[in-house]
């Protein structure tokens, strides 16, 4: 099973939005709404920021939002702060004989 | 509170197995839609699913790791172990364990150990 496709890197000025495209197929992102996406601060361990494709748990800022058309899920941070410099990855269901298929993951820069 | 904690060794040699211990609290792996898997992140590189063991003993693995991977669970001890056959210096990475809950939050991992470094070397 292929990773998923990130960009390898985005970025954006403080205050403007970003957009991290996920592409995968339809045995994966496409045939499931089960798109979750994970930020890293280097050195740290991953959260979740988004999961069933549009879902913020508790504490997530609303700035962050998801999204899907067809096989490409995408997160969106709006409103760009320091602090969401990061390295950022998505992640599928894949079927039952592959639970979860991780993206290649995007580095996220605040210019 | 859900807390998850590795442990394990920090250096294996080649062809050596390699056991990993994820020791939780704040739940219980005997409620139903609760699961604990294991991924792991080579240095610099991105995240790969290993494992993923239910509160109804289920068992998944990643295809491309199946015949070396078995994970296990001891609910009253609140532990989850996973074992890795015929390591590799390929498989140097850090490992993480971390929560799932299918009938809250689907697909996906919510609450993740610290992870630990494993290193395969002679």
């Given amino acids: 099973q292929s990773a998923l496709t990130q960009p390898p890197s985005a970025s954006g000025s403080p205050g403007q939005s970003v957009t991290i495209s996920c592409t995968g197929t339809s045995s994966d992102v496409g045939g499931y709404n089960y798109v979750s996406w994970y930020q890293q601060h280097p050195g740290k361990v991953p959260k979740l920021m988004i999961y069933e494709v549009n879902k913020r748990p508790s504490g997530v800022p609303d700035r962050f939002s998801g999204s899907k058309s067809g096989n490409t899920a995408s997160l969106t941070v709006s409103g760009l702060q320091a602090e969401d410099e990061a390295d950022y990855y998505c992640s599928s269901y894949a079927g039952s004989n592959n639970l979860f298929v991780f993206g290649s993951g995007t580095k996220v820069t605040v210019l | ?122």
């Fill in chain 2, 1 to 122: 509170q859900i807390t998850l904690k590795e442990s394990g060794p920090t250096l294996v040699r080649p062809t050596q197995t390699l056991t990993l211990t994820c020791t939780f609290s704040g739940y219980s792996l005997s409620t139903s839609g609760v699961g604990v898997g294991w991924i792991r992140q080579p240095p610099g590189k991105a995240l790969e699913w290993l494992a993923l063991i239910y509160w109804d003993d289920d068992k998944r693995y990643s295809p491309s790791l199946k015949s070396r991977l078995t994970i296990t669970k001891d609910t009253s001890k609140k532990q989850v172990v996973l074992t890795m056959t015929t390591m590799d210096p390929v498989d140097t990475a850090t490992y993480y364990c971390a929560h799932s809950h299918y009938y809250n939050g689907g697909y996906a991992f919510d609450v993740w150990g610290q992870g630990t470094m494993v290193i395969a070397s002679s």
